[in-house]
C-alpha cells in the first residue's frame, strides 16, 4: 500500500486497484476561443495546472496505472443537452455554436478535445460526458468496476465544478478520492482555494487533498513493487 501525506490524513491506497482520473483538460476549457472563454473566464488561469498533471501522468504511465480520461460535451445534435444547460447565462456564443476551434462543447470538434500536452494514449479510456459528473450519463462506473478500482487519483478542471462533483458523485457510490491540489484548477482561485477545503473538511467529507510532491514522493517504483 501507497501512503500520501494528505489532508485531514494520509491517503493510503493500493496502485493496482487506483485510478488517475483526468477531468476535462480539453481545449474548450483551457484555450482561447472555447467554451470557458465565451463564458467570460479567464482561461490562461488554468495554463498553470498542466506542467505538474504531466509529471502525474507520467509517473501513472510508467507504473502501469490505469489513466481515464474525462471529457464535457454534447452529440452534434445537442439531443443530450438539457435545454436548461443550453439557455443557461449570457455566453457570447451558445453550445453547438460555431467557434474558432469548431462548434462549442460538441463532441468531434477540435476544442472539445484534450490539449496537446495531456493527450490520451490509444490505450487510454476516455469517457465523454454530458453533464459536470462523471458518473451521469456515462459508462464511467461501469467502468470502474470492469477494472477493480476502488480508489481514484483525481485532477482537471475546474476544481469546483466538474471536479468536485465528479468527487461527489465518487464519494456516494464508496470510491475513495485524492483530490490533486496543484493538478486541479479553476478561473476563480477563491473557488479552487475553497473547494479543496471542501473536500477534506469535517474529517474528509468528500475525499482527501494532497499537492502532487506529496502523491509523487510515496509513489515510487520501489514503493510499488
Ligand atoms: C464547467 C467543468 N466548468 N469541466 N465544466 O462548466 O468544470
Known sequence: MISVDAD??????????????????????CEPGGFGETLGNDVSLLQSVIPPLQTVLATARALGMTVI???????????????????????????????????ILVRGEFGHDIVDELAPLPDELVIDKPGKGSFHG????????????????VAGVTTEVCVHTTVREANDRGYECLVLSDC??????QFHRV?????????GIFGWVAPSSALLTALTPEAVR
Open 195 to 203: 473547494a479543496l477545503q471542501m473536500v477534506a473538511a469535517q474529517g
Open 138 to 153: 456515462t459508462t464511467f462506473g461501469a467502468e470502474l468496476q470492469a477494472r477493480g478500482i476502488t480508489s481514484l487519483l
Open 69 to 103: 480520461h474525462t471529457r464535457e460535451g454534447h452529440v452534434p445534435d445537442l439531443s443530450d443537452c438539457p435545454p436548461a444547460k443550453l439557455n443557461r447565462g449570457n455566453p457570447s456564443l451558445r453550445i453547438g455554436d460555431p467557434g474558432p476551434k469548431g462548434r
Open 8 to 29: 485531514p490524513a494520509p491517503f493510503t491506497f493500493a496502485p493496482a486497484t487506483t485510478a488517475l482520473v483526468i477531468i476535462d483538460m480539453q481545449r474548450d476549457f
Open 184 to 189: 486541479t484548477g479553476s478561473y476563480f482561485p
